[in-house]
């Protein structure tokens, strides 16, 4: 009678499923042990569990260094640190992720209140998980400048002076620190008078501004565009920063002059010893004041009429203006004169000379019994006539 042999195969099946619980459970710790990591987008006051371990962003302490502090413990106490973390650099706690502990790496910053921050650990220590901060969102301790650069008008002519005026206004929740002001390259149009380069004061508090003025005379004319001016700053944290003005169009003209017009008008024939009177008039057809204008005249010939008052001073004429005066004359002989006006000034480009002319004509002495002989031939024809008509008559 042969032996049952149930009993072998159910200690082999037994002795498989052993083996295959083993291996299953090695397998299991070796991928515990495996590293991997996450990334998380962390705002001020965010946290990330993970196990026993606790990680909080704190501040941005510097986005031009690239400095984030955050603080990391651990639940019981064993690790508590606050550390500054540099961008793209590893940190390990614990031993770091190859050790069964963590390493923080900050990936990006975006601003003043927010970065990238990447956690690598062993899969042992379960899943991490992100909470957003209770705390109230504090203002944003942030400068922002507003620039502007300004031409007194943006129309002028060459030799015209005028004012530049640069002003700086704080308008964000910060102050502004190591404030410069970068008005460069100076404008080949321009001489650079007095002001130049402006000065703004090199800190600014939140809702204040400043200004600087500056003076320039245009020497070539044109139209020209005012590149925009840069004005650097940084915050308390050192963060660098900038900002600068609109570009503009002003356009300079050529050098503005005055240019005056002499009228001499009189008021008819004069009768010899007669008086009558010459009006004059000077006025500016210019884009310039006419200074210092000295008024001189001559009469030709110089015997015979006599001229009282050609001579006139006048301290200024504007552009569009007119000036008004007379002169007396008397005929002293029969004839015609001419007057000669000259009318020296300064027109805005040194001296200039202008001329003008009127005549006078006197005129011959009458007498009452020149018109007496004119009677006597009437008389004869009328008295030929009378006799003619009685012959007729008879």
Not at 48 to 54: A, H
Not at 192 to 202: D, S
Not at 205 to 234: F, H, L
Request: hydrophobic fraction near 40%; aromatic fraction near 8%; charge should be negative.
């Amino acid at each position: 009678m042969q032996r049952p042999i149930y009993l072998p195969c159910l200690v082999y099946l037994l002795f498989s499923i052993l083996l295959m619980q083993a291996a299953h459970a090695k397998e299991a710790t070796d991928n515990s042990d495996e590293v991997t990591f996450k990334d998380y987008t962390l705002n001020i006051g965010d946290r990330i569990d993970l196990g026993d371990y606790q990680m909080e962003l704190i501040e941005i302490q510097s986005v031009r260094d690239g400095l984030v502090v955050m603080r990391t413990s651990k639940v019981g106490g064993s690790l508590d640190e606050q550390r500054a973390l540099l961008l793209d650099s590893p940190n390990n706690f614990d031993g770091g992720a190859e050790n069964k502990g963590i390493t923080i790496t900050v990936a990006d910053i975006f601003d003043e209140q927010s970065a990238k921050v990447r956690i690598e650990y062993s899969q042992s220590l379960g899943s991490p998980r992100k909470h957003a901060s209770e705390r109230p969102a504090l203002a944003l301790d942030k400068p922002e400048l507003f620039v502007q650069k300004s031409f007194e008008r943006n129309q002028m002519s060459v030799g015209d002076a005028v004012k530049v005026t640069i002003t700086v206004k704080n308008t964000g929740t910060g102050q502004a620190l190591a404030i410069k002001a970068e008005d460069i390259p100076p404008l080949p149009e321009f001489t650079y008078v007095a002001g130049y380069p402006p000065k703004i004061k090199e800190t600014i508090d939140p809702g204040q501004s400043d200004s600087a003025v500056y003076v320039m005379n245009a020497v070539k004319e044109g139209s020209i565009r005012v590149p925009a001016m840069m004005v650097s700053y940084t915050d308390v944290k050192k963060n660098a920063k900038s900002n600068s003005s609109e570009p503009f169009n002003i356009l300079i003209s050529p050098k503005s002059k005055a240019d005056l017009a002499i009228k001499l008008a009189s008021s008819g024939p004069l009768a010899l010893d007669g008086e009558s009177m010459l009006n004059i008039s000077i006025s500016n057809l210019g884009t310039a004041s006419a200074s210092r204008i000295e008024v001189d005249g001559t009469v030709v010939p110089s015997e015979g009429l006599q001229v009282t008052g050609l001579e006139k001073s006048f301290f200024e004429i504007m552009p569009g203006a007119e000036v008004n005066y007379s002169a007396s004359l008397r005929g002293q002989k029969a004839g015609n004169y001419i007057i000669h006006l000259k009318v020296n000034y300064d027109g805005g480009d040194g001296s200039v000379i202008r001329e003008g002319t009127g005549e006078v004509v006197v005129l011959e002495r009458e007498y009452k019994y020149q018109y007496l002989l004119l009677i006597i031939p009437i008389a004869i024809i009328i008295a030929w006539m009378y006799r003619r008509y009685r012959e007729y008559k008879y």
